[in-house]
Every structure is written in structure tokens, then in C-alpha cells.
């Protein structure tokens, strides 16, 4: 019997050598351990065995049968793999071919992407979002921010007019005068919105562009801080390397005044079309707000004091970006669109 | 502000370069808006004198020249007829420039030359400055110019000019004397302040000044100038003019626009034989009052306008331009020299209206002051006297209701320091203020100042703390303040819902494959017709604006839908491939309330062989879906700019969103657009309205769910959703879930005017697995209840 054994185990080890398929495994599972097969018959014949050779012949068994299912067990692996090789090779893809969209590209326009970076970076300093209408009352657009009737610093900013009291806004610093009316300070606000002037369309020029204006009103401020502020949200745009200066300058709605000058995005500074060989661009204007302003609407400048910035989206977008042309940004053309 | 350096040089040691004054001047508050060689198309053009002359061998027309260039002799070829041997010519010699052209070697006809000679019109050169500058051909030299000498030197027009940007606050500045001052401040020296020689005049002046408003007139101060000879002015006063822009007239035209660059005040000369009974009277001009200006211009003036009058007439509008009728002319033999101070705002009121814009009215409307008008006056009297233009009469005439002491003012030392984060003692404060002659004495806590006449920007009320810690600033130095962040108290910077739920939708929207339009905000009634929305809608009620560019956008938009159309034919006249865009922006109605209502608004527009109504209608409940809106529904209806029966309303329970729909094809060739156009116009606020604001977890279900179908013939006028309703809605103790529409068929088999709408839905129960009589149960009653609803189970 033990030589049947070990016939049917050199058979078997023979044949699973020479398997090619799995389906030949199959047979050769079915011929030795299934219900005929070799290894079950033996099994049948061992009733009539005595209990010691019992004994014996069932521990052999089991040792053919544990070892040759564990050989069935590495070939059947090996034909798994094999068998998954050729899958993988029948199913290879050629991945240099096109993308399958379920839709287009989708894009945010670049200037609500400039926008959300400016935000984003003075929200982290402590600001908030307040806004005002885009059609606003000539009162909080000039007069309240010390630009009374016939200021000749009106003349700055030709306007759109609803009616005599009603214009379209020509700078967000309405959006102050409203801020002040109806909070408490202190406070840090980020003012995001449209404007419009009488300006015919150009390569520089809109006459409706997107103005974000930074409003700070606390007890201690002063030029060094707006300095801090402003220097902070000028690296989160542009990055660390750019510098900044900020330059003595003129608004009614401040005092002292100043303009933030950059050094050129397009040149680093060495001096190029874009910043006329000045090696500078000039981003923003702003100051310490104006005790008129202050007293206009009830805080005593004395106390209170506010420090204040007014940008261009679009000419902060342009520099980002380096768009030659602010009309890109209004004509919706897709393949400018696209690229941001 | 033009400053030409030779000028400046005046006043001043100019001890830097030039980058480096620039660079002060920029820190101080004076941008430099160019710096322009007062010659700018010329350079390198040399003398050179021509020491002999032959003819070309091969060309009649042409001369070779040796010319002695100082160093060498050259070779030059001219065809000019006016040269000779022995003349001193400019010489555009290798390298020169001349606008766009640099001179090489050249090669005519075999004979080699080295440039060009020059004609006065390349210096841009009139008789009147060189004498043979208009000739037709070569400019002659005088005898004595020196070889080799630069062009530009030999005719003094080799200086440069700084034009600083002036910031409104600085009318002062608009002079040479103002700017000088700065620019002595800037360089760290004393300005040496030009003198003033008063005239005395001879006898009495005939001319007397009557000013009867005050308010709009504060001072009036004349001369009166006899034997007037008219001529030329000297070569350095025409000089100085060019150089700032202004063409010489002659001598007493010349004197009042040389005071004017240099003191900044604006002064004009009447011929006094035409100023009835020498009386000069200011006074509001009578309604319909017509006076004819210098440039003989008719203006019709009113009451709101200052008149510069004798008794019989009006002899100039003040403060704007003097009169046609007292014009000084080459026959003029008396003068009445007018130095004034008018009220800006009404100045700048005339000019608008009468659209009359001269620099003497930009220079009242920005500010000038009564000190300085006296001393201009003084300095052109001064100017005639020295040109020995006329003889002075008489005492100035001065008619003055304006305050002329000089302002003090009282100044926080502490408030400055905390604006300009800086400890400066009011000593040291005076210290940084002296060059700029701000005087004053420190006290305990504060500095008195006396404010020089000409700055009239500085103020003594609440703003002077802030008025000089700019000074000090701009002294001191921005760049020498540390940057430095806020500190405090903290704040919770936040971007609040109101903003953060419009980056969520545009967000989803581009998810969605949109990209973002801006359009401006302008339109026109003629754009809103074409959409045909008809008169009584709301879109109607557009704001007017009162001064726009023209009548295509001088209304302000009701809705994003005109812009978004014409970016959408921009897109596909220019065929760039992309079929879906939004635009999240205002819309504006005259509700005849103080100010217009503003609404936000999200507009869609879809185009393209892969877009249909559904494919929008996809988007908007993907839009929905993010923004936890509840019940939302899709209504028939809409704007009259959709095809009907291709439109709906938007609800989300019983709010209404918004609209969509196939854009109408009349509007669709309205706008030539070639394409059809799917558009939906949505409210921000509505969206936010409706928001779901708590959204809370539902438990996942625990027991599976069985899928069903089934097809259903009705007629084409029964809408899905209405059936779809119907089987959410039937009787049942199982939950009916995701009811879905999957296929709707018309044709054969379905009978004419019927279609065939196949749904399927899940059926499950909360707390156990349905068993097969459940789901029959179920299934039936949704059968009969579609029956009932006239929806007949498909045979």
C-alpha cells in the first residue's frame, strides 16, 4: 500500500509538471483527491486494515495528500499569475491617448482668484468682509470722506451719475462711512466690490474695475502698522522675494497719504517696459484715515484712529498673471479664461 | 510740474545726481512722472566748418565737402545749394542721432560720407531764435561758433527737465518757486529766494477796481502800465517758456505767462483803452450776458458766473479767459495788469458749464492765495521795468477782503508720535520742519507753527495733527519707519456666509465645467427690448445714468442675461470650443426708493452640440444639491426670452430661484447668435434664503432595497414630474425611494398623441428585509394608483 502511495504521489507530481492549463489541475484534483479518486480510495480500503497499520497507512496518507496539496496550491498560483500576466498584457492601454471628460474644464476668472488670495491673506490677520452697494449716495462716496461738493479732488475720479445725489461708485471707501455708521470699533474689515469711473476702455483702462479696500479702525494705530499689514498680504500675492515701498502721496480721504510702490513682477526690479525703467510698480494707495472722516461719522479722531487701503483687482490680476491687456479680462474669451 | 534744471540751478547747488534727486523728490511726496532732455530727438550733432567744396563726379546735384570737425576733417556729400566753402554748419557726423535715424557711413555713387548737415527745422528751430533757422537748407553758423562743438550747447538747448506728478494738496508746487523750495528742502539746502523789487510808478493810475462779491472775489489787486512797446521777449524768457511748453507772444503776453510757470498765479493784461472809464468792476453776470473770450469763443453766461466788466461790458470771464474785446495787440498802449483771487469751486462751476477748460481755471479751481497774488503782480511788474516793456503809473491797486495773517497753528506732539510710531521730542520736531520753513516754538506738549502763506493745505482745525505728521513723515521717511504688524487686541477674521456661499457656488459651478464670465454692468434699453421683455416687467425699471458713454450702455443691467449673450457670440464667432460659462454679479432697479434695489444674481449659459435643456437643468440641481435646497421643483414658465414651451421656473418649495430655458430664437438673432442657447438666471439671495442651514445625519438604511420598473402610456401633455409624484406619493407601508424617469418613447406601439415613460424606483422598509408579498403589495397599489392618475400600465 505504501508503494501504492508513493505511486500515486510520483504520478500525480509527474503530471502537475507537465499541466499546461488550469484546467488540467482541475482534472488532476478531480483524479486524485475527489470522490473516485486515487487517494480517496485508499482511504476506502483501510477499514479492513489492522488498527496499527491503520494507523500508519492513514499518517501517510495525509502526508501524500498534505504535500501534494500544497504543490497543486503553488501551481495553481502559478497559473493564476501566468494567466493574470496575459490578461494584463492583452489589456494593456496606450495612456498617451486623450483624456475621456465627462465635462470641460471649468475655471474661476482670474480675478476672482486674485481676489480670494488678497482676502484670504487678511482674513488671517484678523479682517472681516463687510460691503455697500454698487450704486451709492454721492454723501458717503465723497462728501463724508472729506471730499465735499466742488473738492477739487473730485475732479480724480470722473463719475457716473444716477441722479444728483445718486452715483455709481467710483472707489469702495463708501463701504468705510457705512462700516463706521454701523460698527462698533474696533474693528478690521476687508471691503471687496465693483467701481466705476468715466474712463474710456484701454489697454490700462475699465470703466468698471474691482476695487478691495482694507479698513482698520483701533485705538493705536499708525503708519508701521499699515506698513506690516500691507507688506504681509503684498507676500501672500506675489510672494516673499517682492519689495515693497511705501511712498508719501496724496488722498483727501487720508492723512498722512502714501502709495505702495512693488518692485516689477515682470522685471525683478531691474527695469522694464511694464514699470517704465523704474524697476517699481505702483499697486495701491492709502494712508491713516482722516480725523474729518473720523468726525464725519461720530468717532472722535483723537481716540480713534483708522488706517486704510484701496486696490485694483484687475491691475493686481494683470501683474500676477502678466496680462499685457485689461480687455482680456472683460470679453470672456474662453481660452483666456482657461488658463487661470 | 515742469522743473528744467538750469532753472532749479538758480535757487540751488544741484550737489547730487540726478537718480538721486529723483529719488529724494519720490520720498518726499513728488513723483517723477519723466525726466526729458530739453531737446529730445537730438544728440551727437557737432560743428563743423567747411574748408572746401567739389563737385561729385558722378552725380550733378550732390557736393563732396572736407569739413573740419574740431579734431579731423571729414568727407560729407550735400546736395544742398547754400553752403560754401568757409561756412560753420551743424554736422550730423558718424553716430549721431537725429529721431529715428543714426548716421553711418554712406556710399553714394562711389564717393564715401561720413553724415549729413543739418537745417534749423531738425532743432525745431524758428528765425526768431537763430536767424537762418527757416531757410530753405543748411543752417548757417555764425563766425565764431567754435569746431566740434556740441549743437545742442551752441544753441542752449541742452538742458534737462524733471516733471514731477503733483498731488492735489500741493497747488504751490505748480510753480517753479514752489517746487524749487521743495527741491532745496530735498537737496538739504537753503533756497536762495528770489527778491521782489517793488516799481514805484510814476503819477497816479487812471484805472480803479470796484469788486461787488467779495465771497467769489477775495482780492483784486492791479497795475496800470503806460507807453507800452510790443516786441519779442529777450532770448532767455522765450528760452525758459519753450523749454516749459509754452510758445513766446510777445513781451507783455510773455511777462504774464513767465510769472504765472514761475510764481504759479495766474494774471491777465487788459488793453486799457478798451475798458470804458478805466473801471474795472467784478461782478455776476446778468443771465443770457454774452462775452467773447481771446480764442473768439461766444459764451452766454447767468447769474451763478463771475464777470470781469467795465460799465458798458463785459470784458473777460474771471478767472477763466479774458475778453476778445480788450485784447492786447500790436498797437496797445496802455495796460491794466489783473493779479486775482477767485473762488475755486465757482471757477470750476463756470469752466464745466461754458466748457471752457484753460490752465488759469485749473489753477483757481485747485487753490491759489491771496499773498502770492500781490507778489506776482509785483514780479511782472518788476519784469516790465527790466525789459523796459512800459512805464508803471501810479500805487498797486488793491482791493482785499481776504485774510491775509499768518495762520498759527497748535500741534499734539504725542498724537503725531503714536500716528508715525516715533518718539520725537517737539524740539527735534521743529528741527525736521525748519527746511521746509515751518517755524514755531515747542511748549510742553505741543509745537505752535506759523504756517507760510502758500500752504494752504495745511489746516489748523482737527486735521492739523495729521497734516504735520505727514510732513514729519514724509520728512523723516516712510522708508525709516519699521513695518510692523497690528497688535492688540485679537480678532476672529472671518469670511462670512454671505461671501463664503458665493465661492461655494461659483466652486460647484466650475466643478460643473463653467467658466467664469465678468461683464460690465452697462447696457441699454434697445438690449432689454431685444430680449423681449415686455414693458410692464420689472427688467423694465432700469437706473438711468445721467452722464454715459452712449446710449448702448447708459442703463445699468436688470439682468446678467444681455452681457452673458454677447460674450456667448464672442465665444462662438470665435470658435473656442467652449460651451458652458456663469457670472455671479448685481443687477440693479429703479424701485424709486433713495438708492436702487441691488440683487445678486447667477447666471447660466450653456451652448454646444453636448448641451440641452436637461444638461442645464442637471447643473442647476447639482447647484441645488450642494447648497442643501429643499423640494426643489421645476415650474412651466418663464421670461419671454425663452422659446415656449422650453422654459421654467425654479422653485425650492414655495420660493421662486430663478429661470431657465432654450433661448428664443428671434432673440437668439437679435444677438446674431448662431447657436441655440440654453440660459438660467438665479437669485443669490433666494439660493441663500432656502438654504437648509442645519443639515442633520439620517440614519444609512440597515435593510436592502429592491428595484423595480415600470412603463406607463399617457398622453404627451402629462408631464413627468407629475407621475413621478405619483409614485413617491402612493399609499404604501414601504418607503418609496429614488423614483427616476429612464426612458420616454414615442412611436411605434404608442399610439399618436401618447408616449411611453418607463421610471424605476426602490422599494424598502425601515426595520426589516421586504419579503416577495410586500414588494407585490406595493407595486400594485403604485400600478393602481397610476391607473387612477390616467397612467395606464403599458401592454
Redesign the interface.
Known sequence: MIEELLKIKQDALERLAAAQSEAELQALQQDVFGKGGQLTSILRTMGQLTAEKRAAIGAAVNETKQELEKHMNEARARYKKKAQELRFLREELDITEPADFA???????P??QTY?TI??A????????F?G?????DDNNFTLLNLP??H??R??QDT????E??V?RTHTSPCEIRALQTLKP???LVMPG?V?R?D?VDASHS??FMQMEGF?V????????L???L??FVHAVFGDDVKT??????FPFT????ELDISCTICGGKGCRVCKGTGWIEILGCG?T???EL?NCGLD??EW?GIAFGLGVDRMTSLKYGISDVRY???????F??QF | MKLPKKWLCEYVDFNVTDEEFVERM????F?LASIDKELQNVSGVITGKIISLEQHPNANRLKVCQVDIGDKVVQILTNATNVFEGAIVPVAYLGAVIGDTTFSKANIRGVDSYGMFCSGHEFGLTEAEYPGAEVDGILILSEDTPLGMDMLKVLQKDDIVFDFDL????PDCNSIIGLCREAAAALGQDMKEPQIKHVKGEGVASAHVSVENPVLCPRYCGRVLKDIKIAPSPKWMQRRLRAMGMRPINNIVDITNYVLVEYGHPMHAFDLSCIADDHIIVRNAQKDEVVTTLDDKQHVMDESMLLIADPKKGVGVAGVMGGLNSEITESTNTVFFESAVFL??NI??TSRKLHQVTDAAARF???VEPVNALLALERAVELVEELGAGTVVGDVIDVCNADLDERQINV?VE?VN????LSLTGEQMLELLKPIHLYGSAHKDTIKLAIPHYRTDIESG??A???I??EI??IYG??N??????H?????????E??ADE?KI??T??????????????TSPAALTALQIPNGDERMKY???????GEE?SV?RTTLYMGMLT?CA??IN?K??????MEV??V?FDNSI???E?RKMIGLAFFGEKESFFTLKAAIIRLCEVMHLPAVRFVKGGCDCFQPGRKALIYSGETLLGEMGQLHPDVQDAYSISQTIYMAELSYLAIRSCKHDKVRFAPIPRFPVVGRDLAVVVDNAVEAQALIDVIKNTPTDLIIDEVELFDVYRGQGVAEGKKNLAFSFTLRAEDHTLTDDEIRTAFDAIILELANNNAPLRQ
Open positions: 465635462l470641460p474644464k471649468g475655471a474661476l476668472h480675478m476672482t480670494r482676502r484670504d487678511l482674513v488671517g490677520m484678523g479682517f472681516s468682509m460691503g452697494p454698487e450704486i451709492e449716495l461738493l466742488d477739487p479732488a475732479d480724480m457716473f451719475f444716477v441722479n445725489k445718486v455709481l474696533p474693528f478690521r465693483r466705476f468715466v474710456e470703466p468698471v482698520v483701533d485705538r493705536n494705530l499708525n503708519i508701521a502698522n506698513k506690516g499689514t507688506d504681509a515701498r511705501l511712498r508719501p502721496s496724496y492723512e498722512p497719504s502714501a491713516i482722516n480725523p474729518h468726525q479722531p483723537k484712529t479680462e472683460y470679453e470672456n474669451d474662453a481660452r479664461l482657461k | 519720490m520720498w518726499r511726496g513723483e498731488t492735489p494738496n500741493r475755486g469751486s470750476r462751476h479751481t485747485k487753490g499734539d498724537h503714536r500716528l508715525l510710531n482737527i486735521e495733527d495729521a497734516d505728521a505727514e513723515g514724509r516712510f522708508q519707519i519699521p513695518s510692523v504688524l497690528m492688540g487686541d485679537t480678532f476672529q477674521g472671518c469670511v462670512s454671505e461671501y465661492d461659483k466652486d459651478l466650475v466643478g460643473l465645467g463653467c467658466l467664469e464670465m465678468y461683464n460690465y454692468n452697462f437706473v438711468k445714468l445721467l452722464n454715459p458713454f450702455q445699468m460674450s464672442r465665444n470665435r473656442t470650443g467652449h460651451g458652458r460659462f454679479g448685481n440693479h433713495v438708492l436702487p441691488e
